[in-house]
C-alpha cells in the first residue's frame, strides 16, 4: 500500500494519516497478510517529511505493542466490530482495539461474543502491565477497563489474553 496517494513522488502528496496506518496494519494482519508500505522518494532521493513522521508514529506504536504484531497468525474470528484479533507463538491471543478520532481512553468495557477466555486466563494491557477483570458472557467475555487508563499507545490498544478456549 503506497504511504500517501501515490505509489511515485507527488508534490504536495496526501499522507495517510499514523492512525490509518496502525489500523491497516492490524487489520492486515489479522487477516494473516503482511503489510508492505510503499514511500515515493523525490527527485532528490529523500522522502517527504510527513513519511518520516508517519514512520515515527508507526515505530512508537509497535514499541509498545510489537507482540500482537510481530511473529503472530490470525486467529478466528479474525475482528468484530472495532476489535482485530491476532495470536502469538505460544497461544496468547492479542485484541487489538481500533480507536476512534479523538478517542484517548479505552471504553469501559471491552466485550467480543466471537472469543472466550479460558478458565484462570489473565489478560493485560500490553504497555501498562495492568491485568483486567474480566467475565465470561453469553458466547464470549466482557473485560473491565478501570476508569481513566491511557495506554501510551496511541490509535489502537492492545490487550494480550493469555489463553483462550479452543
Known amino acids: 500500500m503506497p504511504m500517501a496517494g501515490s505509489w511515485s513522488f507527488v508534490p504536495d502528496d496526501s499522507y495517510k494519516s499514523p492512525r490509518v ?24 532521493g529523500l522522502w517527504h517529511d510527513a513519511a ?5 508514529s508507526l515505530g512508537a506504536w509497535m514499541r509498545v505493542n510489537g507482540e500482537a504484531i510481530y511473529g503472530t497468525r490470525a486467529v478466528a474470528p479474525y475482528a468484530e466490530g472495532k476489535v482485530r484479533l491476532t495470536q502469538g ?11 476512534d478520532e479523538g478517542e484517548t481512553e479505552l471504553p469501559a468495557h471491552l466485550s467480543m461474543t466471537g472469543l472466550q477466555p479460558a ?11 495492568q491485568r483486567l477483570e474480566w467475565e465470561s458472557a453469553e458466547s464470549g467475555f466482557v473485560a473491565r477497563i478501570p476508569a ?5 499507545a496511541e490509535d489502537a490498544w492492545v490487550v494480550r ?3 483462550v478456549e479452543k
Do not use: F, Q
Not at 23 to 33: T, W
Not at 52 to 56: C, I, M, S
Not at 119 to 129: E, K, Y
Open 161 to 163: 489474553i493469555s489463553e
Open 148 to 152: 481513566g487508563t491511557r495506554p501510551p
Open 21 to 44: 496506518l496502525i489500523h491497516m496494519l492490524a487489520d492486515v494482519v489479522a487477516k494473516g497478510g503482511n503489510l508492505l508500505l510503499n514511500i515515493g522518494p523525490g527527485p532528490d
Open 119 to 129: 478458565a484462570g486466563a489473565t489478560l493485560t494491557l500490553l504497555g501498562t502491565g
Open 89 to 99: 507463538k505460544t497461544g496468547a491471543v492479542y485484541v487489538i482495539y481500533l480507536a
Open 52 to 56: 518520516y513522521h508517519r514512520l515515527e
